[in-house]
């Protein structure tokens, strides 16, 4: 029994827990049409492509699995969520596209400027964006919630002005690579893998991750003890904002266009869930960034579950906050202080019924 408590209190447990938990729940339904137990592993090539549900899943979920790099950074320095991820997407993805297309808007097959240009120009964007949030949190202390709730209305709302309210079209192959395959490989898996390798890296070889944390547990006692709290709140929504300019690229590749008014729409919840579903605090400070990439996929593994079991997907963002709703209320410290409560109660019992026996 002290074995699976000692489990159950690992950081990695409710990630690896949960992505368990759907896939069993498609093991058993594959069972129950008639199919293979392990259909849901296949992996085969089709048309010289990497194939099957778990590539699926790890493509389809690249951009939420980069949004919660960020996400993940941002909750642990600030203790607040950067509800502006998904806008700011969509503006970098406008951005990108319209200088692309020059003046061939909003159809072009032609780039107007190098690809790298258009590349560095969503990559820049979204440090602004990012700049522009963390300027608000770290240096006016504005509550992160309200601070990045701006651009959550406005980027959107400035990527329409950007692509003059079209949706602009980039039918080229260079540009379609970043969404596409490299290979028989996706992309997406492939910048994902990249963007979490170099930010793991940076976290583990320096003492970045240690200042993070510190900052998060205790601002005021890190600033004492001579950290610059301000600059490592502002560097950790930079990184944010770059995190979703990658996105936002990776997903207007993907579709080869700029559609401002549904990229990255409700991603924000998403990334958000990626890192409670890691087993972070919402209220900051330890972080476990694996913890964080295994709750975007899985995230990404339930969304693909709901569509093979029929559930429409204008539903799927109801079971997203109804899991979001239990796992901030499990971290809530009433019901933490409950639960140690009744341990310390049986414990104490135990001890009693121990003396009583002797």
């Given at each position: 029994?002290?074995?699976?408590?000692?489990?159950?209190?690992?950081?990695?447990?409710?990630?690896?827990?949960?992505?368990?938990?759907?896939?069993?729940?498609?093991?058993?339904?594959?069972?129950?049409?008639?199919?293979?137990?392990?259909?849901?592993?296949?992996?085969?090539?089709?048309?010289?492509?990497?194939?099957?549900?778990?590539?699926?899943?790890?493509?389809?979920?690249?951009?939420?699995?980069?949004?919660?790099?960020?996400?993940?950074?941002?909750?642990?320095?600030?203790?607040?969520?950067?509800?502006?991820?998904?806008?700011?997407?969509?503006?970098?993805?406008?951005?990108?596209?319209?200088l692309l297309a020059g003046a061939a808007a909003p159809q072009a097959t032609e780039l107007?400027?190098?690809?790298?240009?258009?590349?560095?120009?969503?990559?820049?964007?979204?440090?602004?964006?990012?700049?522009?949030?963390?300027?608000?949190?770290?240096?006016?202390?504005?509550?992160?919630?309200?601070?990045?709730?701006?651009?959550?209305?406005?980027?959107?709302?400035?990527?329409?002005?950007?692509?003059?309210?079209?949706?602009?079209?980039?039918?080229?192959?260079?540009?379609?690579?970043?969404?596409?395959?490299?290979?028989?490989?996706?992309?997406?898996?492939?910048?994902?893998?990249?963007?979490?390798?170099?930010?793991?890296?940076?976290?583990?070889?320096?003492?970045?991750?240690?200042?993070?944390?510190?900052?998060?547990?205790?601002?005021?006692?890190?600033?004492?003890?001579?950290?610059?709290?301000?600059?490592?709140?502002?560097?950790?929504?930079?990184?944010?904002?770059?995190?979703?300019?990658?996105?936002?690229?990776?997903?207007?590749?993907?579709?080869?266009?700029?559609?401002?008014?549904?990229?990255?729409?409700?991603?924000?919840?998403?990334?958000?869930?990626?890192?409670?579903?890691?087993?972070?605090?919402?209220?900051?400070?330890?972080?476990?960034?694996?913890?964080?990439?295994?709750?975007?996929?899985?995230?990404?593994?339930?969304?693909?579950?709901?569509?093979?079991?029929?559930?429409?997907?204008?539903?799927?963002?109801?079971?997203?906050?109804?899991?979001?709703?239990?796992?901030?209320?499990?971290?809530?410290?009433?019901?933490?202080?409950?639960?140690?409560?009744?341990?310390?109660?049986?414990?104490?019992?135990?001890?009693?019924?121990?003396?009583?026996?002797?």
């Amino acid at each position: 029994m002290s074995k699976l408590k000692k489990l159950t209190k690992q950081q990695l447990f409710l990630p690896i827990f949960c992505m368990l938990l759907v896939l069993c729940v498609n093991i058993f339904y594959d069972v129950s049409q008639g199919r293979d137990f392990y259909d849901f592993f296949k992996i085969y090539i089709q048309n010289d492509m990497l194939n099957g549900r778990i590539i699926n899943i790890l493509n389809r979920g690249s951009e939420v699995a980069i949004l919660a790099i960020g996400m993940t950074l941002v909750v642990s320095a600030s203790a607040g969520t950067d509800i502006s991820v998904g806008s700011v997407m969509a503006l970098s993805a406008g951005v990108c596209c319209t200088l692309l297309a020059g003046a061939a808007a909003p159809q072009a097959t032609e780039l107007a400027v190098p690809l790298i240009v258009g590349v560095l120009a969503a990559l820049v964007m979204g440090c602004i964006c990012g700049a522009f949030n963390g300027a608000l949190v770290a240096y006016l202390n504005i509550q992160p919630m309200v601070a990045t709730l701006i651009l959550w209305t406005a980027a959107r709302a400035i990527g329409l002005l950007v692509c003059n309210n079209l949706i602009v079209y980039v039918r080229n192959d260079a540009f379609a690579v970043f969404g596409g395959y490299i290979g028989p490989v996706p992309t997406p898996i492939i910048i994902a893998a990249i963007c979490i390798a170099a930010v793991t890296i940076v976290l583990k070889k320096s003492a970045m991750g240690m200042y993070i944390q510190s900052v998060g547990i205790n601002r005021r006692a890190s600033r004492i003890a001579g950290l610059n709290s301000q600059k490592i709140i502002f560097l950790c929504y930079v990184l944010c904002g770059l995190c979703a300019g990658i996105a936002g690229l990776v997903a207007s590749s993907r579709i080869t266009s700029a559609d401002t008014n549904n990229i990255g729409l409700n991603y924000e919840l998403d990334a958000i869930l990626a890192v409670a579903l890691g087993g972070n605090s919402l209220a900051g400070g330890r972080f476990n960034l694996a913890g964080s990439i295994i709750g975007a996929y899985t995230i990404q593994a339930i969304t693909t579950t709901m569509y093979n079991l029929g559930v429409s997907s204008a539903v799927n963002p109801v079971f997203k906050a109804v899991i979001v709703i239990i796992i901030v209320a499990v971290q809530a410290p009433p019901v933490k202080a409950y639960f140690k409560k009744m341990s310390a109660k049986k414990q104490a019992e135990k001890e009693v019924k121990g003396a009583v026996g002797v």
